[in-house]
T-cell receptor
Framework: NAGVTQTPKFRILKIGQSMTLQCTQDMNHNYMYWYRQDPGMGLKLIYYSVGAGITDKGEVPNGYNVSRSTTEDFPLRLELAAPSQTSVYFC?????????????FGPGTRLLVL | GEDVEQSLFLSVREGDSSVINCTYTDSSSTYLYWYKQEPGAGLQLLTYIFSNMDMKQDQRLTVLLNKKDKHLSLRIADTQTGDSAIYFCAETGSARQLTFGSGTQLTVLP
């Protein structure tokens, strides 16, 4: 199992550009999450999904969109990149709804918006 | 809203014990977690404790929970250089999502 994989590892965007951060998990997990981690801060939840076709907003959803057409993939879309979106983005997955279940994290995507 | 607070930095000597502290505000927290983040990597779950427990031990790790004071701590015995990382406290409360603290950077000195 590869676990949770994310691409790209690092990207520089100009203000106003768009991009999609990819996230894939091969553990057949229902729950998937996108977080951002700003320097010296904890993780903030952007969006999450409880299964294919179902997504919901987290704490900081503005400026982002997601889709979940398959169980494996949960891409995060930035339509008009802004400097405030400079951050490290982590995707995570979990098998079920129980809080006892472990969330598995990907290695992260570092995004710099100039 | 829910809040989780941690001190930002901790330095210890190799072989000593490390104690990382965390406070939280959500009284409905059900599970509390400790995650470890090594440089350039994602978060790795170290351990968790259910809110009706006051202690959990797992090899070199001891988690203490004081639910009355909403205080959680992680003790690492015989700290090694490989333990140098950022440690995040997190809780699942009324929002049923993980709320993270800002992380404690643990530096282990030789």
């Amino acid at each position: 199992n590869a676990g949770v994989t994310q691409t790209p590892k690092f990207r520089i965007l100009k203000i106003g550009q768009s991009m999609t951060l990819q996230c894939t998990q091969d553990m057949n997990h229902n729950y998937m999450y996108w977080y951002r981690q700003d320097p010296g801060m904890g993780l903030k939840l952007i969006y999450y999904s409880v299964g294919a076709g179902i997504t919901d907003k987290g704490e900081v959803p503005n400026g982002y969109n997601v889709s979940r057409s398959t169980t494996e993939d949960f891409p995060l879309r930035l339509e008009l990149a802004a400097p405030s979106q400079t951050s490290v983005y982590f995707c995570a997955s979990r098998r079920g709804r129980s809080s006892r279940e472990t969330q598995y994290f990907g290695p992260g995507t570092r995004l710099l918006v100039l | 809203g829910e809040d989780v607070e941690q001190s930002l930095f901790l330095s210890v000597r190799e072989g000593d014990s490390s104690v990382i502290n965390c406070t939280y505000t959500d009284s409905s927290s059900t599970y509390l977690y400790w995650y470890k983040q090594e440089p350039g990597a994602g978060l790795q779950l170290l351990t968790y404790i259910f809110s009706n427990m006051d202690m959990k031990q797992d090899q070199r790790l001891t988690v203490l929970l004081n639910k009355k004071d909403k205080h959680l701590s992680l003790r690492i015995a015989d700290t090694q250089t490989g333990d140098s990382a950022i440690y995040f406290c997190a809780e699942t409360g009324s929002a049923r999502q993980l709320t993270f603290g800002s992380g404690t950077q643990l530096t282990v000195l030789p």
